[in-house]
Nanobody, 114 residues
């Protein structure tokens, strides 16, 4: 079993920044792929970014150049640095752990509004 706890969400003005964290605990495999997904009201959950155990990253086109995913394997934590936030980034952000089985956190709400 793997438990994921997200933190760092909140209200921010357009153009602002936030850093999300996801702490993983349990039976953690260092080679697992971890990532962030988001779900806006009335929309399907979508990929934001993923990172492998070796540090290879993938970012959705909508966030490239603005968001950066990173990972601390020693602390079993994955981060999402979000800069130049836009109102359309408003969503619940979910942490994901994938190693044979998918695990999800409960999500953290990010609201971008003036």
């Amino acid at each position: 079993q793997v438990q994921l706890v997200e933190s760092g969400g909140g209200l921010v003005q357009p153009g602002g920044s936030l850093r999300l964290s996801c702490a993983a605990s349990g039976s953690i495999a260092k080679i697992a792929v971890m990532g962030w997904y988001r779900q806006a009201p009335g929309k399907q959950r979508e990929l934001v970014a993923t990172i492998t155990g070796a540090g290879s990253t993938r970012h959705a086109d909508s966030v490239k150049g603005r968001f950066t995913i990173s990972r601390d394997n020693a602390e079993n934590t994955v981060y999402l640095q979000m800069n130049s936030l836009k109102p359309e980034d408003t969503a619940v952000y979910y942490c994901n752990y994938k190693y044979g089985v998918n695990y999800w956190g409960k999500g953290t709400l990010v609201t971008v509004s003036a």
